[in-house]
């Protein structure tokens, strides 16, 4: 092992557990964090062009709300299986890294002043906006950073010669591609996200509703070539045994790449042709195709240098158990609060 | 170790997570206990039929959101970030070992959000009855969240049996987990109790306003009771070694000792102004001030606890530096910078001996301190000279077990010390100048062995003499110097004169001002409080004077001597000469010896400042004062100020100690005990070196006071021990203190295997027998095992100083002071030590040795009549010849 990567620690359970928790709630965060990211970008260029922002645009706090709590479980899991290059990576970058923190509070504030103060003040809501904004597409930067950092151990020594935490990994070839990559494929899923929110808000106008959701489908559909573009070169520019696997190398990488070349270019065609239902199930499923994908890609980044499989597990299942069994019911306690929140007074 | 380190010398991480986590954890709390106000609130809204109250309730949800789902929940991640980045082996720990727990945490936090984004999109929009039901799921939701958080924070500080099974559910439910878990909670609702003000002062209608204001204070008042009841039961499941450091060993705790207790009575005396009706503007101030002391509060509460752990981030797991205890050993051997993963350095060397102290400072030091600011170094070692730094950081976490000990070899720490010192501090490295010895000479008196009828033998008692003179900031050794003094009339069968005769001492030239060189005299009355004339002693002894007989020995008591003479020479050797003198006046016999006194002692090789005299001796005031600085420091004195305002002490005042004849202050350690415990546990493992630092037993110091016939071959350490051996018997002498224990906790025997081993002791009464070497007075033919360390002479009247041989001759009359056995060489002047053998007998060795009976008996002897192996001895080796 490079003796500048840490030792890790010993895990409670299986790796497999924790691959599987980090997907599928990373799955939920990357969904909410496409709609606040893209929603925000929507509702600014809606209000460029002095358009009508998007309806769900009102709902952007409790989005943050959301996705930052969502952010918790993965940002967690990941930790447990690459804690060890994660934590490294991010005192490497220590400053910018922190910066985060104060930059999601004042972006949350200006999400809430955005919504709060759009008919009494609209400058200072689009100042709200934009601040929020500017701090959500920091965070998204500093993510991205820290994620590519973690995957190239041999750059933590550059801390060595600047120990003071400034060390972001903009030499990473495939950063800005990775980045763009994840910004416009926000737009795309915002603007599904609109059109799903026209669908359930805009009953009473079907007209408007269907002309929404079709205006959206088409941003989904171009924005959905433009991220496709970004994603190729995001891909390309990974080292030559990193982009192969998805070339016939690693089997499975490989059929998960076609498979959601296949299914994007259905996903474009039902989108032109405004199918809301089908694009969304496209949408879905492409996504976690996706986040699987990316998972490969961290595994063939890291091959020669870690694998989760080589952590020790102590196999201490209880707190796993009471954990799953208090998730499900954490999730009916939310549907039930959900059911008690929609109940029209007069039924209770 | 196994991380990076975030190189920020001038913050330090430990204040960037202060600064975010006081904000959390007032928010956090905030946000449960505010969920129970928001709904016993609407509650009570219902109850009473008041919609104001209820639109009270409505506006202040808008606030409890805004503050606790934005401020709180980022700042909780915030805190997750920032002790990633200052403690990243500690977060990899607790991420690891609680995965599930932080898990389950996330559930109810979900859950808890929307809850209360319901509970606040949907107030009046839904049934009373449900929007109620939102209300407590929320606040259950949030009060799991703090069980959850709370068991592993309380584990950080008392894992409890985890230590040993390593199961989930021991760390989780371990000791501290219930008395904290009820502690926060009451701190909850008094917090909501607080911030329930807030909104109450933006209600217009004055009555509604007042009816909320006592509603909060209710909030604030009857958790009291609670609160207090947990704290105390908290303190019984913490590591009494915890406790001890903060409340009373830790000086960074006392800050925040002050800052709970202040602001606990600002807090709910302030907090009682809510009952009474007053302008809403005052109320808007006394309301913000409460707020802001809240942080204040928590900042003091979530410090200690913090402080509390120390050394450790993990207790008893992991130190705050990121080692573990268990890799202690390993890095002291193989070296702290060869085991660290993140160093450019692996081995110290000549060239890159400062850089690698900067190294080992910026990955060993920096997790807790700041170069300068925060926790600063600078300000802690800017009284200590280089060797002082190494010390200092030999004794980390022994005495005071807040500070994890130092992790390396000998030479790392050296690195380390001199890079404080020297690049830290500025300071050039130090020279140490060697003293220039003057050469002096004595007249030796003469004696004829046909016709003198007298032998006089004179002697000092204890052979060395260190006095302390800087009497305007301290005093521990008065100028005291006594000696001792036997007349024999020579006859076949001596007699020794025991009354009847007269001895007169003198002091030799250029000693015989010595209020001129010290300010004894100015501050006798506040420290001994006597106000003795200039030159006179505790005793009334002047420079000369009529020794006087106790008990058949004639004794000049305790001399006001300095070894500074008036022609401005160092000279710790004076010469005493006493003149005998019969019933009729006739002088018949005269002698000389040396009186022995130091003011050479090395405290300023550690607490700095340079010589007070002449750059060869004497404590200065620098050096006094960073002492009674750290004293101060440490046991929470005020010394340093009173003897800036005139005020010096005797350290006698408190701690016992038979040679000064005080008997100190109960509940406190001998003066030997406490100051040879205390600095062995910074001056480990350096055998005879750690004596020279303090005492002038350094063949290359200005003094020299070993001159004995021993010195050759042994040194301090052959009778007294180490100084860990010294301070270990001193310290089980008096094992009924705390304060011994303590100090003995982290030291180590040397000279004996365990401490079960060593004999007690009490200091000066119970000093190494002669006879744990000279069992039978032959040692060439009996040997010896071992040393005379740990066999102590039983008490007092066993002492070689107050020994007889068979006929009533004091052991010293003939073999000389202590420390300066005849057959002695004196670095001033070689045979000023043997004045007397060499007077009456032609050798330097003991008085009567290489059959030299006639010094006293007039006939030949040819028994050992004053103790076996007296007769027929020839021991060349220590003989020396004039």
């Not at chain 1, 922190?98 to 509070?105: E, K, N, Q």
């Not at chain 1, 079907?206 to 171009?222: D, G």
């Not at chain 2, 109320?283 to 900042?299: A, S």
């Not at chain 2, 010895?437 to 052979?463: A, C, M, Q």
Request: aromatic share 12%; net charge neutral.
């Amino acid at each position: 092992m490079d003796p500048v990567i840490p030792s890790p620690d010993v895990i409670p359970v299986h790796w497999l557990w924790f691959q599987v928790l980090l997907v599928v709630t990373f799955i939920l965060h990357l969904i909410l964090m496409n709609l606040i990211l893209g929603g925000s970008l929507l509702a600014l260029w809606d209000k460029i062009s002095g358009k009508k922002e998007p309806g769900y645009a009102v709902t952007l706090p409790v989005l943050v709300a959301l996705t930052i709590n969502l952010g918790v479980p993965p940002l967690l899991f990941v930790q447990v299986l690459y804690g060890h290059l994660f934590y490294t990576a991010s005192v490497t970058q220590a400053v910018p890294w922190i910066l985060v923190i104060p930059a999601l509070i004042l972006g949350y504030y200006g999400s809430y002043i955005y919504v709060r103060k759009r008919d009494k003040s609209p400058q200072l809501a689009t100042t709200g906006l934009v601040v929020s904004l500017l701090l959500i597409l920091y965070t998204g930067f500093m993510l991205v950073n820290n994620s590519t950092l973690t995957l190239v151990p041999s750059r933590f020594e550059a801390h060595l010669n600047n120990p003071g935490g400034m060390n972001l990994n903009i030499g990473e070839p495939s950063l800005w591609p990775r980045y763009l990559h994840f910004i416009t494929s926000a737009v795309a899923i915002a603007a599904l996200g609109v059109a799903i929110y026209a669908k359930f808000t805009l009953k009473d106008n079907p007209e408007q509703s269907s002309a929404v959701i079709r205006t959206n489908l088409r941003r989904f559909a171009w924005f959905t070539l433009v991220q496709f573009a970004f994603g190729t070169l995001f891909w390309l520019s990974t080292p030559r045994e990193v982009w192969m696997i998805f070339m016939g190398k690693n089997i499975t990488a490989t059929i998960l790449m076609t498979l959601s070349w296949l299914l994007a270019a259905s996903m474009i065609y039902t989108a032109f042709r405004g199918k809301l239902g089908i694009t969304i199930l496209h949408a879905f499923i492409v996504l976690v195709i996706m986040v699987i994908m990316r998972e490969y890609m961290r595994s063939a980044y890291l091959k020669d240098i870690f694998s989760p499989s080589q952590l020790e597990s102590k196999g201490e299942f209880w707190p796993l158990i009471v954990f799953l069994v208090l998730f499900i019911a954490g999730l009916g306690a939310i549907y039930y609060m959900i059911r008690l929140a929609t109940k029209k007074i007069s039924q209770s | 170790m196994n991380y990076p380190v975030w190189y920020l010398p001038g913050m330090g991480g430990s204040l960037l997570i202060a600064i975010i986590a006081i904000i959390h954890v007032v928010v956090a709390h905030f946000a449960v206990g505010g969920g129970l106000f928001l709904v016993l609130t609407e509650h009570r809204a219902y109850r009473t039929g008041s919609n104001a109250l209820l639109d009270y309730v409505k506006s202040h949800t808008w606030f409890f959101l805004l503050l606790t789902m934005v401020m709180g929940g980022v700042t909780g991640v915030g805190i997750w970030f920032i002790i990633s980045l200052a403690h990243p082996a500690a977060t990899s720990f607790l991420i690891h070992q609680f995965v599930f727990a932080w898990a389950i945490e996330w559930v109810f936090f979900i859950a808890e959000i929307v809850a209360l984004l319901i509970y606040h999109y949907r107030f009046g929009k839904m049934s009373r009855r449900d929007h109620l039901i939102m209300g407590w799921l929320y606040f259950i939701f949030a009060w799991l969240s703090l069980f959850v958080i709370n068991g592993i924070l309380a584990f950080m500080l008392t894992p409890g049996k985890w230590l040993e099974t390593g199961s989930f559910w021991h760390a989780f439910f371990n000791p501290g987990f219930l008395p904290t878990l009820i502690f926060r909670t009451a701190i909850s609702a008094i917090i909501a109790g607080v911030f329930g003000l807030i909104t109450a002062l933006f209600r217009k209608d004055e009555a509604l306003r007042q009816v909320i204001l006592k509603w909060c204070a209710g909030w604030m008042y009857i958790p009291l009771a609670l609160l207090a009841a947990s704290a105390i039961w908290y303190t019984f499941a913490i590591d009494p070694q915890a406790l001890a450091n903060i409340l009373h060993h830790n000086p960074e705790s006392s800050l925040f000792r002050k800052i709970v207790i202040n602001s606990s009575v600002i807090l709910f005396g302030l907090g009682l102004f809510t009952l009474v009706r007053y302008p809403r503007k005052l109320q808007g101030i006394t309301v913000t001030f409460l707020v802001v002391i809240t942080f204040v509060w928590m900042g003091g509460f979530e410090y200690l606890r913090e402080i509390a752990r120390k050394p450790y981030v993990i207790y008893e797991t992991l130190y705050s530096n990121g080692i573990k205890p268990n890799e202690m050993e390993e890095i002291n051997s193989s070296g702290f910078l060869n085991a660290a993963r993140w160093s450019s350095i692996k081995e110290v060397s000549d060239d890159n001996f400062l850089e690698a102290g900067s190294e080992i400072f910026r990955l060993q030091c920096l997790n807790c301190h700041t170069e300068d600011n925060y926790n600063g170094v600078k300000n802690k070692i800017e009284l200590m000279t280089e060797r002082g730094i190494e010390a200092q950081l030999t004794g980390m976490g022994r005495i005071n077990s807040y500070m994890p000990p130092f992790a390396g070899t000998e030479t790392e720490k050296k690195a380390l010390a001199a890079w404080l010192y020297r690049e830290l501090l500025g300071n050039e490295p130090e020279v140490i100048h060697q003293p220039e010895i003057p050469v002096l000479s004595h007249t030796r008196p003469s004696f004829d062995n046909s016709k003198d009828e007298y032998v006089l033998l004179l002697w000092n008692d204890i052979g060395m003499k260190c006095i302390s003179d800087n009497d305007k900031i301290l005093a521990f050794l008065p100028p005291a110097n006594t000696l001792n003094a036997q007349l024999v009339k020579r006859a076949p069968i001596p007699e020794i004169i025991k009354e009847g005769y007269n001895l007169k001492w003198e002091t030799e030239e250029q000693h015989l001002n010595p209020q001129n060189h010290t300010d004894f005299w100015e501050y006798d009355s506040i420290i001994y409080g006597k106000n003795l004339p200039l030159a006179t002693g505790l005793t009334g002894s002047k420079l000369s004077g009529e020794m006087k007989s106790v008990n058949g020995i004639w004794i000049a008591d305790r001399i006001p001597l300095m070894p500074y003479r008036d022609d401005g020479t160092y000279n710790p050797y004076p010469l005493i000469t006493v003149t005998a003198s019969d019933p009729d006046g006739f002088v018949v016999a005269t002698t000389s010896a040396v009186a022995p006194v130091s003011t050479e002692m090395g405290c300023r090789n550690c607490h700095g400042g340079e010589w007070s005299w002449n750059g060869v001796s004497g404590l200065s005031d620098i050096t006094a004062q960073n002492i009674l600085v750290v004293h101060d420091k440490y046991s929470g004195t005020s010394l340093a100020d009173e003897a800036a305002e005139g005020k010096p002490r005797l350290c006698q005042e408190c701690h016992s100690d038979p040679v000064v004849g005080r008997a100190g202050k109960p509940g406190i350690l001998s003066f030997s005990a406490s100051i040879h415990g205390f600095h062995a546990n910074y001056l480990t493992g350096m055998y005879q070196e750690s004596c020279n630092l303090c005492h002038p037993s350094d063949p290359a110091s200005a003094t020299n006071c070993m001159r004995g016939r021993h010195a050759g071959f042994l040194d301090c350490t052959s009778c007294h021990g180490t100084l860990e051996d010294h301070a270990l018997a001193l310290l089980k002498g008096q094992t009924h203190l705390e304060k011994a224990d303590r100090l003995a906790a982290s030291l180590q025997p040397v000279s004996v295997a365990t401490m079960e081993e060593i004999n007690p002791r009490t200091p000066w009464l119970m000093e190494p027998d002669c006879r744990g070497c000279h069992t039978n007075f032959n040692i060439a033919v009996d040997g010896f095992e071992g040393s005379a360390y740990n066999k102590w002479v039983p008490g007092a009247s066993a002492l070689y100083r107050m020994r007889t041989d068979n006929q009533g001759m004091m052991c010293a009359a003939c073999h000389g002071s202590p420390h300066a056995i005849y057959g002695a060489y004196n670095s001033y002047d070689p045979m000023r030590d043997n004045i007397q053998p060499l007077q009456y007998q032609g050798l330097a060795g003991t008085i009567g040795t290489h059959e030299s009976c006639s010094v006293c008996h007039t006939t030949d002897m040819n028994t050992s009549g004053h103790h076996r192996n007296q007769i027929n001895r020839l021991y060349e080796a220590v003989l020396q010849y004039e």
